[in-house]
């Protein structure tokens, strides 16, 4: 789609190949730069992530507990923090939206859920 939007812009001095290698090469830095920047929700665990069908019962007892202990965790959070948190976990909302909820920047809503997310990692 890049490579459409930029053919008025090719000048013939270098092959069509290389062209599209070097198109292909800018986008794959601008993604690496976007992943660093604004890691995506699927690097987060997720609470109900576990498949429980594959884990020895002992295990599964294990997981439920630390599931119920995140949310305990969760719910003592103040409440803004905790309705970010949730809405991200759930993957309901992207953090543009949650910022628009809020009445707020989506950079707001990132570094709100960072923050709530290093109070959940202290405990």
């Known amino acids: ?55 020895p019962p002992d295990e599964k007892t294990e997981n439920a507990d630390t599931k119920m202990y995140i949310l305990r965790q969760i719910h003592v959070l103040p409440e803004r ?17 949650i910022g628009q909820l809020f009445g707020k920047t989506a950079n707001w809503a990132r570094v709100s859920y960072y923050r709530a997310k290093q109070k959940l990692r202290k405990e």
Request: glycine fraction near 2%.
């Open 81 to 97: 923090e905790k309705e970010i948190i949730l809405l991200r976990a759930t993957g309901a909302m992207s953090f543009e939206e």
């Open 1 to 55: 789609m890049q490579a459409l939007r930029s053919l008025n812009k090719f000048n013939y001095k270098c092959s069509v190949c290389t062209w599209l290698c070097q198109i292909a090469k800018n986008l794959w830095c601008t993604e690496l730069k976007r992943r660093k920047y604004h890691p995506s929700a699927s690097q987060e665990p997720d609470i109900n992530a576990l498949d429980i069908s594959i884990i």
